[in-house]
C-alpha cells in the first residue's frame, strides 16, 4: 500500500532552514509527480510546490520562490523540501503528496514552527 512519510520538521528561529524529507512507498515514485502542500493554525492547506517525475519541473508557489526548493532522489524514493530564510509565517503543518489513479494520498504531515 501506499506510504508517504515526511519528516524534518521541528523549531526553527526566523532566517533559519530546514530541510524536510518525504519518503514514499508502495508505488513506483520515479513514475509520478509529487507535491507538498501546508497548513497553517486556522487557515486552509496551500499548495507549497510540484515536482515532476524526473525533477525537471518544479512549479513552486510565487510568494515561496527564492527560499523554499524542491528536489528528489528516485533511487531512494524521497523527496524533499529546502526551506530557507523562514520566516513565523511558514509556521504550518507540512505534508506530501501523491495524486495516482485517481487518488490522492497524504503523508500524516510534519510540524515546523519559526519563531524566536
Known amino acids: 500500500q501506499v506510504q508517504l512519510v515526511e519528516s524534518g520538521g521541528g523549531l526553527v528561529q526566523p532566517g533559519g532552514s530546514l530541510r524536510l524529507s518525504c519518503e514514499a512507498s508502495?508505488?513506483?515514485?520515479?513514475?509520478?509527480?509529487m507535491r507538498w502542500y501546508r497548513q497553517a493554525p486556522g487557515k486552509e492547506r496551500e499548495w507549497v510546490g510540484t515536482?515532476?517525475?524526473?525533477?525537471?519541473?518544479?512549479p513552486t508557489a510565487p510568494s515561496l520562490k527564492g527560499r523554499f526548493t524542491i528536489s528528489r532522489d528516485n533511487a531512494k524514493n524521497t523527496m524533499f523540501l529546502q526551506m530557507n530564510s523562514l520566516k513565523p509565517e511558514d509556521t504550518a503543518v507540512y505534508y506530501c503528496?501523491?495524486?495516482?489513479?485517481?487518488?490522492?494520498?497524504w503523508g500524516q504531515g510534519t510540524q515546523v514552527t519559526v519563531s524566536a
Open positions: 503528496t501523491l495524486y495516482m489513479k485517481a487518488i490522492n494520498y
Open positions: 508502495g508505488f513506483a515514485f520515479s513514475d509520478y509527480a
Open positions: 515536482i515532476s517525475p524526473t525533477g525537471d519541473s518544479i
